[in-house]
């Protein structure tokens, strides 16, 4: 039987449809043996290949941002002439909430191969966090970082969050540079790659978010919606590629959560036929 792979795309509250696709693989019989992740699909990766997917984080506070601090007190002190504040979330909750899950545990202690991508500001090549069975071009590789840091970074959305640093880089969201790591599940060893795509579906923003008064939550969706938007060739290189739509839900709606964890769900089941054959 062929190395099945799985590459989670980013895409904010979104994400909850991977825990959705997850349940439907599970119930199809299709075994992942390798799993990537950048940003929201980061997290539930992580989860994944630690074997932490539980009833709690199935209902996607893992991805919620409410596991991500306010730095308030860091822009107070940069209107004091401190130091300046760097983004305007922190992401300190969240590798606690994956250290309770997880453990303080590397890359490569997960029972499943496992690749986070994250992109190195100082330089915009993607650095992606895992062991690599083949070589990928213009792609560096670490392993020495905890899961739960690694994960933070993938996560951190310029301007919206802090870049985490980790010499000899600056790292933030891995959506900027490899926002679906199909390529990065096929170095990891897998032959056939399942990709769940939560921005292949979205062009744009819809007439409704253009039709609000500009706001910080709107510049932040529309700057995720062009950054994370690449061309369809990360799609193409998938064997099978899940695309869950989401009408009129907001990339930042927490609201929306268990919703998104259900479309996800319901996308995988109508893409029974192909997965079937993929495992067969």
Same mark, same amino acid.
């Given at each position: ?6 590459? +989670? ?37 992580? /989860? @994944?290949?630690?074997?932490? +997917? ?5 209902? @996607? ?14 822009? +107070? ?10 983004? =305007? ?8 909430? /994956? ?12 029972? =499943? ?7 190195? +500001? @100082? ?12 070589? /990928? ?5 670490? &392993? #020495?970082? !905890?899961? !739960? ?10 301007? /919206? ?11 933030? #969201? ?12 096929? !170095? ?22 253009? &039709? ?17 938007? %690449?061309? %369809?060739? #990360?799609?193409?290189?998938? #064997? ?24 996800? @769900? ?9 997965? %079937?054959?993929?495992?067969?």
């Amino acid at each position: 039987m062929s190395t099945i792979g799985l590459a +989670l795309s980013g895409g904010g509250v979104l994400g909850g449809a991977h825990l959705g696709a997850l349940q439907a693989l599970e119930e199809l019989g299709v075994r992942i043996s390798v799993v990537t992740g950048t940003s929201a699909g980061a997290i539930v990766a992580a /989860l @994944y290949a630690f074997g932490a +997917l539980n009833q709690e984080n199935r209902l @996607y506070q893992a991805a919620s941002f409410r596991l991500f601090d306010l730095n308030s007190w860091q822009w +107070l002190a940069g209107w004091a002439g401190r130091r300046k504040p760097t983004g =305007l979330l922190r992401g300190e909750r969240l590798e606690a909430f /994956l250290r309770n899950n997880i453990g303080d545990q590397s890359i490569e202690a997960a029972p =499943l191969p496992l690749g986070i991508c994250a992109t190195d +500001l @100082y330089t915009g090549q993607l650095v992606v966090f895992g062991s690599p069975a083949r070589p /990928l071009p213009a792609t560096v590789w670490s &392993s #020495d970082i !905890a899961t !739960a840091k690694a994960v933070h970074a993938s996560c951190a959305l310029p301007i /919206l969050f802090e870049p985490v640093e980790h010499e000899p880089w600056l790292l933030a #969201d891995g959506g900027l540079v490899n926002n679906l790591p199909v390529d990065v599940a096929r !170095a990891l060893g897998a032959e056939k790659v399942i990709a769940v795509d939560l921005r292949g579906a979205q062009q744009g923003l819809s007439d409704t978010a253009m &039709s609000r008064p500009v706001s910080l939550h709107f510049v932040a969706q529309a700057t995720l919606n062009t950054l994370t938007h %690449r061309p %369809r060739i #990360d799609r193409e290189q998938a #064997d099978v590629t899940i695309v869950p739509h989401f009408p009129h839900i907001n990339i930042l709606d927490l609201r929306q959560a268990q919703r998104c964890v259900q479309i996800g @769900y319901e996308a995988t089941h109508a893409a029974a036929k192909q997965l %079937r054959a993929l495992v067969a």
